[in-house]
């Protein structure tokens, strides 16, 4: 009879980002809402073969500090969630799920600098290990780099669609988050 034992923590990411990211679009949506719960006035997308080639969210919001970057690349870290109870949760993401899932299954690149301060900082997550970090150079708010996702999951790369068709679920996300906050500006940009 087999024995029952837990999973290693790589494989229950792995898992637990199949559920939070089927496809681009997928990872996008909560990159933009995270950007949307971060009080962004701006929000730019970047797009390369649908989402395929890469995917990149910048925002002028809130931002982060290093070590809010550290803790929201763990699972079930928030900054939703301090006090009040899960029915008054107001935003729009607040498991803490999306960020560590998407960073488990492709190379993620994270910069962030809050207003006020004097430069940004930077997290490099390949496929869910940290292979860099260290300052980076940007205006306040956020960025997002989302590449190569599902190379190292090919069972889940051989189900994604065209390029052609993940960008049209990808501009779908992007308008119906748009037309839902009317008083943000996005930009969507579409490169080969």
Known sequence: MPIIR????HLVNRIAAGEVVERP???????????VDAGATRIA?????GGLGSLEVTDDGCAMTP???????????????PDEAIEQVATLGFRGEAL???ASVARFTLESRPHGAEQGWKRVVDHGALVSEGPAALPPGTR???????AR????RKFLRTARSEYAASLDV?????MARPEVAFTLDHGE
């Open 6 to 9: 837990r999973l290693p923590e």
């Open 25 to 35: 679009a997928a990872a996008l949506k909560e990159l933009v809402e995270n950007a």
């Open 45 to 49: 997308v970047r797009l390369v073969e």
């Open 67 to 81: 070590e809010e970057m550290t803790l929201a690349l763990e699972r079930h870290a928030t900054s939703k969630l």
């Open 100 to 102: 560590p899932s998407i």
């Open 144 to 150: 997002v780099r989302v590449e190569q996702v599902f």
């Open 153 to 156: 999951i090919p069972a889940r």
């Open 174 to 178: 992007v308008r119906r988050l748009a």
